[in-house]
């Protein structure tokens, strides 16, 4: 018997582009990105100006010498997951690591975020948050900050109430302000909003705060962290989540297996066995530093320095612009970042505190750059 031959089409229809299969939101939405610009001092990207003590990289090599490579990484990294409790001050089974703290952030919103959730933000803050929350689909609640670009407490409170939000972002320090929030106003948050505040602690070690002592208290926290800033492993890509176990088991469910290789693990583990002797006097100095530069701003004409409690600091151009500010200094093979496409920071740039040579480099290109 033969086959019957199939002479129609299932249906006629017009043939979609790849833009028609992707959602109108996603569609509409800049990526985040950088122009990879080559300089002799970096200060673009909020990095330590340091690289990981030879200490900390000699026990890593030797323990991944020890490691059969042909194996995959732990499924449930317990060690680093108990690593991190004990350096944190909270339980294992409330540690989720990640990918970096972005991909954390990202498997979060992944289980709360369906089309039209609430989330709110107050802008200008990291930009990943309003991405991810868009390209899932939710809606970005937005309550800008008050004119010396401190948040709004109040405010966010009432639009999260408001809204039915299922969370609050805050960075503190704040990127790309250094603006901290303080833990009055958290408890508040908590106290009076049902849903989520997650707190993005990934600059905490340059401020002395830190808001892990709550989580006891209040299951509905959420505390991130990254390895990128202080402890040096910005190339490695570690993060990790500190909430309630109840959670972490459903923010785990949208984590892809084996997302943490075991360098990164191991690398991981001795920071943190290392922080006090190797890499807290660094980040010591960088605090230093920025007292300095703080210092050496106030006898600068034409710019004024938002005080910052991170390792970066935001300053508004009063003479030029922030494109003519990256120019001059990129002339002098220096880059920083022009932050004037933020909203509210159309007069601004931002720089990330460097080594002590690199920071008298910088002053001196503003030094030129203000004379001319």
Same mark, same amino acid.
């Given at each position: 018997?033969?086959?019957?031959?199939?002479?129609?089409?299932?249906?006629?229809?017009?043939?979609?582009?790849?833009?028609?299969?992707?959602?109108?939101?996603?569609?509409?939405?800049?990526?985040?990105?950088?122009?990879?610009?080559?300089?002799?001092?970096?200060?673009?990207?909020?990095?330590?100006?340091?690289?990981?003590?030879?200490?900390?990289?000699?026990?890593?090599?030797?323990?991944?010498?020890?490691?059969?490579?042909?194996?995959?990484?732990?499924?449930?990294?317990?060690?680093?997951?108990?690593?991190?409790?004990?350096?944190?001050?909270?339980?294992?089974?409330?540690?989720?690591?990640?990918?970096?703290?972005?991909?954390?952030?990202?498997?979060?919103?992944?289980?709360?975020?369906?089309?039209?959730?609430?989330?709110?933000?107050?802008?200008?803050?990291?930009?990943?948050?309003?991405?991810?929350?868009?390209?899932?689909?939710?809606?970005?609640?937005?309550?800008?900050?008050?004119?010396?670009?401190?948040?709004?407490?109040?405010?966010?409170?009432?639009?999260?109430?408001?809204?039915?939000?299922? =969370?609050?972002?805050?960075?503190?320090?704040?990127?790309?302000?250094?603006?901290?929030?303080?833990?009055?106003?958290?408890?508040?948050?908590?106290?009076?909003?049902?849903?989520?505040?997650?707190?993005?602690?990934?600059?905490?070690?340059?401020?002395?705060?830190?808001?892990?002592?709550?989580?006891?208290?209040?299951?509905?926290?959420?505390?991130?962290?990254?390895?990128?800033?202080?402890?040096?492993?910005?190339?490695?890509?570690?993060?990790?989540?500190?909430?309630?176990?109840?959670?972490?088991?459903?923010?785990?469910?949208?984590?892809?297996?084996?997302?943490?290789?075991?360098?990164?693990?191991?690398? =991981?583990?001795?920071?943190?066995?290392?922080?006090?002797?190797?890499?807290?006097?660094?980040?010591?100095?960088?605090?230093?530093?920025?007292?300095?530069?703080?210092?050496?701003?106030?006898?600068?004409?034409?710019?004024?320095?938002?005080?910052?409690?991170?390792?970066?600091?935001?300053?508004?151009?009063?003479?030029?612009?922030?494109?003519?500010?990256?120019?001059?200094?990129?002339?002098?093979?220096?880059?920083?970042?022009?932050?004037?496409?933020?909203?509210?920071?159309?007069?601004?740039?931002?720089?990330?505190?460097?080594?002590?040579?690199?920071?008298?480099?910088?002053?001196?290109?503003?030094?030129?750059?203000?004379?001319?």
């Amino acid at each position: 018997m033969r086959k019957a031959v199939l002479t129609q089409p299932f249906r006629q229809f017009t043939m979609r582009t790849i833009q028609d299969l992707i959602k109108p939101k996603v569609r509409k939405l800049a990526p985040y990105t950088l122009t990879p610009h080559r300089t002799r001092i970096k200060l673009n990207q909020n990095e330590n100006p340091f690289d990981m003590p030879e200490s900390v990289k000699t026990e890593v090599l030797h323990r991944l010498a020890e490691r059969e490579w042909s194996r995959y990484p732990d499924f449930i990294p317990v060690q680093l997951q108990e690593t991190l409790a004990r350096f944190a001050g909270w339980r294992a089974d409330g540690v989720l690591v990640g990918n970096g703290s972005n991909e954390l952030i990202q498997n979060l919103l992944m289980v709360m975020v369906a089309e039209g959730t609430p989330v709110v933000l107050s802008e200008p803050t990291f930009t990943v948050y309003r991405l991810m929350v868009e390209t899932l689909g939710g809606e970005v609640v937005n309550i800008p900050p008050r004119a010396d670009l401190s948040y709004d407490l109040a405010a966010i409170g009432e639009a999260a109430c408001r809204t039915n939000a299922a =969370a609050v972002i805050l960075c503190s320090p704040n990127n790309p302000t250094g603006v901290t929030v303080s833990e009055a106003d958290v408890r508040r948050l908590l106290a009076e909003f049902d849903g989520l505040v997650v707190v993005d602690e990934a600059y905490y070690e340059f401020c002395g705060q830190n808001f892990v002592r709550l989580l006891a208290e209040f299951p509905r926290l959420v505390v991130l962290r990254t390895f990128s800033k202080a402890m040096a492993m910005a190339g490695l890509r570690v993060g990790y989540l500190l909430g309630a176990p109840e959670l972490v088991i459903e923010v785990n469910k949208a984590k892809l297996p084996y997302n943490l290789n075991f360098f990164s693990m191991a690398a =991981a583990t001795v920071a943190v066995e290392q922080y006090e002797t190797a890499l807290k006097p660094l980040v010591e100095l960088l605090i230093a530093e920025r007292h300095r530069l703080e210092t050496a701003f106030q006898e600068l004409p034409g710019f004024r320095l938002v005080p910052s409690a991170a390792n970066f600091m935001l300053v508004e151009a009063l003479r030029h612009t922030p494109k003519e500010v990256f120019e001059s200094l990129l002339a002098e093979s220096i880059l920083i970042r022009d932050v004037s496409r933020y909203p509210l920071l159309e007069r601004y740039f931002r720089f990330n505190v460097g080594t002590p040579a690199e920071n008298d480099a910088f002053l001196a290109g503003l030094r030129l750059l203000s004379e001319r």
